[in-house]
């Protein structure tokens, strides 16, 4: 896609998607950024930074995605050069969101609407992006919140062959978003109460409301995180309950055939004068004494609750 400018009075927002070499050259020329920075923007997703120069700052910004087919938490970068009047976004893949936002704002410039030195500020614009984008991630969150309710059903109903592996799944996308929001609020929060004057103080509280929606979200992945401990716990619990039920009915089991299995091996021996050998319904009184045997061993186990 090539370079998108947009232009508001003293405002010029530049934006591109899938950045290219050419791209890079065109900001040279025109911004002269740092090559550190545009070398940042060529390697894909890095690491969430804010770098301050003495005429612009430079920001990656990380945002949560999440794909329903594979049930998994993803990234999606920005990377952001902000300036006094203008603000360059740099993106490695297309990004829906912010090219909503960039025709909303196109539509707006075609208006001719009267010059506002703040919203007209491109710092302003750069809050109404990041805090769009924030809010945009909201339905991660609750996902996570529907998935979780739903397993915390499948524990407590012993589906555990089912809980197990969702439970997995989602404590994979809790760790993700906590990956992403963790350096993010970091950010943010120099952002806030950065002195620099690509930021006016003027904006710093509304900075300050990302910061705290930011904020509101990590207390509800902490939350959900010691949720799913709890039911990982429990539904353990549960499983290791079942199995001891199991260990415990196969026990009585062998513990029931082994007289059988003794009284057979002693018949079964070539040994001659054995009682009830000879004896014309011998067979069968060998069966009955295994049978009492058997129920024996199964009264005693449910006589002192073994089973």
Request: overall charge negative; hydrophobic content about 40%.
């Given at each position: 896609?090539?370079?998108q400018?947009?232009k508001?009075?003293?405002l010029?927002?530049?934006?591109i998607?899938?950045l290219?070499e050419r791209?890079v050259?065109?900001?040279?020329?025109?911004?002269?950024?740092?090559?550190?920075d545009?070398?940042?923007c060529?390697?894909?997703?890095?690491?969430?930074?804010?770098d301050?120069?003495?005429?612009?700052?430079?920001m990656?910004f990380?945002?949560?995605?999440?794909?329903?087919?594979?049930?998994?938490?993803?990234?999606?970068?920005?990377?952001?050069?902000?300036?006094?009047?203008?603000?360059v976004?740099i993106?490695?893949?297309?990004?829906?969101?912010?090219?909503?936002?960039?025709?909303?704002l196109?539509?707006?410039?075609?208006?001719n609407?009267?010059f506002?030195p703040?919203k007209?500020?491109?710092?302003?614009?750069?809050?109404k992006?990041?805090?769009e984008?924030?809010?945009k991630?909201?339905p991660?969150?609750?996902?996570?919140?529907?998935h979780?309710?739903?397993?915390?059903?499948?524990?407590?109903?012993?589906?555990?062959?089912?809980?197990?592996?969702?439970?997995?799944?989602?404590?994979?996308n809790?760790?993700?978003?906590?990956?992403?929001?963790?350096p993010?609020?970091?950010?943010v929060d120099?952002?806030?109460n950065?002195?620099n004057a690509?930021?006016?103080?003027?904006?710093?509280v509304?900075?300050?409301?990302?910061h705290d929606?930011?904020e509101n979200?990590?207390?509800?992945m902490?939350n959900?995180?010691?949720t799913?401990?709890?039911?990982?716990?429990?539904?353990?619990?549960?499983i290791?309950?079942?199995t001891?039920?199991?260990?415990?009915?196969?026990?009585?089991?062998?513990?029931a055939?082994?007289?059988?299995?003794l009284?057979?091996?002693?018949?079964?021996?070539?040994?001659?004068?054995l009682p009830?050998?000879?004896?014309?319904?011998?067979?069968?009184?060998i069966?009955a004494?295994m049978a009492?045997?058997?129920?024996g061993a199964?009264?005693?186990?449910?006589?002192?609750n073994?089973?």
């Amino acid at each position: 896609m090539p370079v998108q400018t947009l232009k508001i009075h003293k405002l010029t927002w530049v934006h591109i998607s899938s950045l290219q070499e050419r791209d890079v050259l065109f900001l040279e020329d025109n911004f002269h950024f740092h090559h550190l920075d545009m070398k940042d923007c060529l390697e894909g997703v890095q690491r969430p930074k804010l770098d301050t120069y003495r005429s612009y700052l430079f920001m990656i910004f990380h945002f949560p995605s999440y794909d329903a087919e594979i049930r998994r938490v993803g990234i999606r970068s920005l990377n952001v050069f902000l300036g006094k009047d203008f603000l360059v976004t740099i993106t490695n893949e297309p990004d829906e969101y912010l090219d909503e936002h960039y025709k909303k704002l196109e539509t707006k410039a075609q208006k001719n609407l009267p010059f506002d030195p703040f919203k007209n500020s491109a710092a302003y614009l750069l809050y109404k992006i990041i805090d769009e984008r924030y809010h945009k991630s909201l339905p991660v969150v609750n996902d996570i919140a529907r998935h979780l309710n739903e397993v915390e059903e499948d524990v407590y109903s012993n589906r555990n062959k089912d809980a197990t592996t969702n439970l997995a799944v989602i404590r994979r996308n809790i760790l993700s978003l906590r990956r992403i929001m963790e350096p993010q609020l970091k950010m943010v929060d120099r952002l806030v109460n950065i002195d620099n004057a690509a930021v006016p103080p003027k904006l710093q509280v509304y900075l300050d409301d990302v910061h705290d929606y930011l904020e509101n979200m990590w207390a509800a992945m902490e939350n959900y995180r010691d949720t799913v401990d709890s039911l990982y716990n429990t539904n353990e619990s549960f499983i290791n309950q079942r199995t001891n039920e199991v260990i415990k009915a196969l026990t009585v089991i062998s513990v029931a055939l082994l007289p059988m299995t003794l009284v057979a091996s002693i018949y079964g021996m070539n040994v001659t004068g054995l009682p009830f050998a000879d004896h014309p319904i011998g067979v069968w009184l060998i069966f009955a004494l295994m049978a009492g045997m058997v129920f024996g061993a199964i009264y005693f186990a449910r006589r002192n609750n073994i089973i």
